[in-house]
């Protein structure tokens, strides 16, 4: 199975600040890779595809990149409504794994 | 509407088996893999498996493979999630997803989600 690592774990930051997770694969998986937010008591919900994709509805201050085993999620400027935790996924093979998520929480 | 419906939450004793749905409507049930997340309480997400309804092609992840069954009724758009014999650690949040691959654009994920069951399973 591919192992899905992520840090930080957590992170505390303001409204308006910028934050970058990063996602890293125990071997190389193209651009094969989805990012998720998931707010407590609530399904997770598809923030972006094939690494750096915005999935149709998510806002813009959300991206993706990289590509082999290193990748990123940025949030450009942190809305209220982002405090969550985030997951990668990837889906270059079976078994498809998750990362272990990174809560953002308020600072 | 695409979405997916579950079914509701289950309180059972270990060694009790279970059965739980989740119901697929407002896109063609037979055309997408279902898939299915573990959540344990306060921990991540687990991938444990998928199926294509439209001929029952089943993929599991090692990890869940003989603990749970994965099925679907397609008559129905309705794929589950099952198992024989309950023990306390398969207390979680169980959700569907739909797993839509569109491999011209790398789009391999889950894009739809249903609402969770919450399993509980204590003597």
């Known amino acids: 199975d591919i192992q899905m690592t992520q840090s930080p774990s957590s992170v505390s930051a303001s409204v308006g600040d910028r934050v970058t997770i990063t996602c890293r694969a125990s071997?190389?998986?193209?651009?094969?890779l989805a990012w998720y937010q998931q707010k407590p008591g609530k399904a997770p919900k598809l923030l972006i595809y094939?690494?750096?994709s915005l999935q149709s509805g998510v806002p813009s201050r959300f991206s993706g990149s990289g590509s082999g085993t290193d990748f990123t999620l940025t949030i450009s400027s942190l809305q209220p409504e982002d405090f969550a935790t985030y997951y990668c996924?990837?889906?270059?093979?079976?078994?498809?794994?998750f990362g272990p998520g990174t809560k953002v929480d308020i600072k | 509407e695409v979405q997916l419906v579950q079914s509701g939450a289950e309180v059972k004793k270990p060694g009790e088996s279970l059965k739980i749905s989740c119901k697929g409507s407002?896109?063609?049930?037979?055309?997408?893999?279902i898939g299915w997340v573990r959540q344990m309480p306060g921990k991540g997400l687990e991938w444990m498996g998928i199926?294509?309804?439209?001929?029952?092609?089943?993929r599991y992840s090692p990890s869940f493979q003989g603990q749970v069954t994965i099925s679907a009724d397609k008559s129905i758009s309705t794929a589950y999630l099952q198992w024989s014999s309950l023990k306390a650690s398969d207390t979680a949040m169980y959700y569907c997803?739909?797993?839509?691959?569109?491999?011209?654009?790398?789009?391999?994920?889950?894009?739809?989600w249903g609402q969770g069951t919450m399993v509980t399973v204590s003597s």
């Open positions: 071997q190389g998986i193209s651009s094969w």
């Open positions: 997803a739909r797993h839509f691959i569109a491999v011209a654009d790398n789009f391999d994920a889950f894009d739809i």
């Open positions: 407002g896109y063609s049930f037979t055309s997408y893999w």
């Open positions: 094939a690494a750096s």
């Open positions: 199926i294509y309804p439209g001929d029952s092609d089943t």
């Open positions: 996924q990837q889906a270059n093979s079976f078994p498809r794994t």
